[in-house]
């Protein structure tokens, strides 16, 4: 075969070329909006970028890991939800018997599920402060919620006692990130289902049915005492304020009376004849009209002339 003889300078403009693809290629990335980008130079922290087409030093001499500040993400301890694409979200089924599965500080067993999400709100130190942030994370949540169910008796756990535990486990599961400086926020805490271990939670649920049972009759009971407790007071206080004023009507009453009889005595005093004629004269005014039709007649009188009965008279009629 004959020999082709290349140029010592296309020899050399091959990898060249080559070379310069291939930094080209590993100077930029993108960062997505809700990433920011972690720069190592060497393994070693140099920055964080934000969202965007970013430039780096290429042929490996900066690597950049991407993470997801403006997400929140969530664990869930004792359940899992389909379709999760966060791996740390839930752990093997096997596990979340176990995780459910807590003593309360009365020696009771309870099922606990629960759920924590939070957001990463240092990137820097969620990479390198601690080895696994995420499970690190889990059993720090585990513990912090097995010590708050431990603190409360079975009854506190499965009825009233839950927003205090979510709020107790909330501060202390904070403190403990903030402790280990693994760049975590926590925003929220919730109790999902907590229940009674499975051989106990029918005996479990008449006891709770009967707790309902009492407090709705002892809600009603109060409510008819509210509604009718007042209203015996107000007609108690009707009738009060009606015979204080009948009272006080009759007082009055009286008091002018005794005030008409002392001037009619001091007018009596003064002129009894008179007096005593004007009473007779305004008596017999108030009696005489309701005697109805009378006739009255002089005893001396010796004869009865007839008295033309014109009420009984009829007007003639008009023509």
Do not use: C
Not at 69 to 85: D, I, L, Y
């Amino acid at each position: 075969m004959p020999k082709i003889h290349l140029p010592g300078k296309a020899v050399l403009a091959a990898p060249v070329a080559l070379l310069l693809v291939i930094g080209a290629w590993t100077s930029f990335y993108q960062v997505e909006a809700e990433e920011v980008g972690v720069v190592l130079r060497f393994g070693k922290y140099v920055g964080t970028t934000e969202p965007g087409l970013r430039f780096k030093m290429p042929f490996g001499i900066d690597r950049v890991q991407k993470v997801a500040v403006r997400r929140q993400m969530k664990q869930e301890f004792g359940f899992s939800t389909p379709g999760a694409t966060y791996r740390f979200q839930a752990s093997a089924p096997q596990e979340q018997q176990l995780e459910m599965q807590m003593v309360t500080g009365d020696l009771n067993a309870a099922l606990v599920e629960w759920v924590v999400q939070f957001r990463i709100d240092d990137p820097k130190e969620y990479l390198f402060s601690v080895r696994d942030p995420d499970e690190t994370l889990r059993d720090a949540s585990e513990s912090v919620m097995r010590e708050a169910v431990g603190d409360r008796t079975v009854d506190e756990v499965l009825t009233i006692g839950r927003q205090e535990i979510e709020t107790e486990t909330l501060e202390k599961l904070q403190a403990l990130v903030d402790k280990f400086a693994m760049g975590l926020r926590i925003d929220q805490v919730q109790l999902k289902n907590v229940d009674p271990p499975r051989p106990v939670q029918a005996s479990f649920n008449e006891v709770n049915q009967a707790q309902q049972e009492r407090e709705k009759s002892i809600n009603q009971a109060n409510g008819l005492y509210n509604k009718q407790v007042p209203k015996a007071r107000g007609e108690a206080q009707r009738q009060i304020s009606d015979a204080r004023g009948y009272a006080s009507q009759r007082i009055n009453e009286a008091e002018g009376d005794a005030a008409r009889f002392n001037a009619l005595y001091n007018e009596y005093v003064k002129a009894p004849a008179v007096t005593k004629r004007r009473l007779y004269l305004e008596t017999m005014g108030h009696v005489i009209p309701r005697l109805g039709r009378k006739v009255i007649l002089d005893e001396e009188a010796t004869q009865v002339l007839p008295l033309l009965n014109l009420d009984n008279l009829q007007a003639p009629a008009k023509r």
